[in-house]
């Protein structure tokens, strides 16, 4: 059996959005039950587990979606001007058509309702596991040695349409995954000048902001 080779730290540290690497070399099914099966040992509000995975490989519906994120990258950019605009320009926000696979990550807040513990006072609890799911996938992809990218370019009711969600049913992400030529040691967005990461430093506060 082939074994995950990172460590904890070290898939933290090497975890990148991957836009322009993936090779769309095909993917153990092995290899990518143990990526959904670490998703879906992420801690939930009230054990809900309110995640869904939808496994994407019909490439009707992948060019489907990636024109809708290309118009939609239109209307951001259209959004912006001067060195903002040109910056942008530089960038890529998405391997869709490039990576093996894609996997719709979706949210149930019917799942183990009405009376999920702990989510009575806070509704947004639901939609933070399914977040913690998707960042124990990127974790375990990248402890493989793949890549994940997350593609937020979409307006919900047309991926629920393309992908069939049933009433309720919120779409949090489409992400590529799979094989990678590489992963880069720097964010893209900092490497294009977009944003640069803050240091631990200026997050911190201690017992008030
Ligand atoms: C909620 C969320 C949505 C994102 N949407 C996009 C997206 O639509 N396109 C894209 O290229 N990157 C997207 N990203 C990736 C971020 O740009 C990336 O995480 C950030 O620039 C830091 O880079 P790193 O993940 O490589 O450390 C998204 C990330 C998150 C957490």
Redesign the pocket.
């Known amino acids: 059996m082939h074994e995950p080779v990172l460590g904890l730290y070290e898939a933290i540290e090497r ?5 322009a690497e993936f090779s769309g070399a095909p993917m153990d099914d092995a290899v990518l039950e143990r990526v959904l099966g670490a998703a879906h040992a992420a801690p939930s509000v009230g054990l809900s587990q309110p995640w869904d995975f939808v496994l994407v490989d019909d490439p009707r519906i992948r060019r489907s979606f990636h024109e809708h ?1 290309v118009g939609e990258r239109r209307v951001f950019a259209d959004s912006l001007d001067g060195d903002r605009a040109e910056r942008f320009a530089e ?4 391997g869709i058509l490039d990576s093996t696979l894609s996997v719709v990550v979706t949210y149930d807040p019917s799942r183990g309702a009405p009376s999920v513990l702990g989510r009575h006072a806070i509704a947004d609890a639901g939609l933070y596991s399914v ?1 913690l799911a ?1 960042e124990n996938l ?1 974790l375990a992809a990248t402890a493989e040695g793949l890549g994940v ?6 307006r919900e009711p047309f991926l629920s349409e393309l992908v069939g969600l049933p009433e309720g049913v919120r779409p949090v ?2 992400l590529c995954l799979g094989p990678v030529t590489h992963l ?1 040691s ?5 490497r294009h000048g ?2 640069r ?1 803050l240091p631990l430093a200026s997050v911190l506060h201690r017992n008030r902001w």
Do not use: H, T
Request: net charge positive.
């Open positions: 975890r990148r959005d991957v836009r994120v960038i890529k926000v998405e977040c998707i990127w990218g997350w593609v937020s370019f979409y992400a489409w880069e720097v964010p893209d967005l900092e977009w944003r990461r």
